[in-house]
């Protein structure tokens, strides 16, 4: 879909010079002299790179158009995740790359939102919270105040996170999936 220049925005997906780019930074100028333009900053979602390029106003630019499926986690192996369609029961694999490491905050059963592009995985989604259970943490100190001190905390899927003193190991806690912060005690 060809959207105006003007019209690009930071997180948009495009299509340029035969590869996907995510829009990281936007910047819209208008010189006294000349036309006006976008100033975009763009990272490569395949290769890694980046790239800043500069639209004229009136050019038109190609917008990528994405598939979104709900998809349900089953289980992982060494290199993959594997998920399965709720609608057609169809298992789907996805690189563990392209996860990252939000893959550790995967349950079964988990509804994730995944995103294709031609056919291919390029991201996925995970719900805003999940329940995560404390592993370990460090006994809280007498005399803390309890809104400005925060302690570490190891959760039961292995990542390191800061709670606040009240937190003891067995707790079940809410993790903000995009932060990976502390929300609330369960």
């Known amino acids: 879909m060809k959207i105006n220049a003007g019209e690009i925005r930071v997180g948009m997906l495009l299509e340029y010079k035969n590869d996907l780019w995510q829009v990281l930074k936007t910047q819209h100028v208008k010189p006294g002299k000349g036309g006006a333009f976008a100033q975009v900053e763009m990272k490569s979602v395949g290769k890694n790179t980046k790239l800043n390029e500069r639209f004229r106003s009136s050019e038109n630019v190609e917008k990528a158009t994405l598939e979104e499926i709900n998809l349900n986690f089953l289980y992982s192996d060494e ?31 988990l509804e994730v939102s995944v995103s294709f592009y031609n056919d291919n995985a390029i991201s ?63």
């Open 79 to 109: 290199n993959n995740y594997f998920f399965m369609d709720p609608k057609n029961f169809e298992q789907i694999e996805i690189k563990k790359n392209i996860i990252g490491e939000k893959g550790k905050l995967l349950t079964e059963n």
């Open 124 to 186: 996925v989604e995970l719900p805003n919270q999940v329940n995560c259970k404390v592993a370990s943490t460090d006994v809280a100190l007498k005399g803390q105040t309890v809104s400005s001190s925060y302690k570490p905390a190891i959760l039961d899927n292995g990542i390191k996170i800061q709670v606040p003193p009240f937190i003891e190991v067995e707790d079940e806690i809410i993790l903000d999936t995009r932060t990976f912060d502390y929300v609330k005690k369960v």
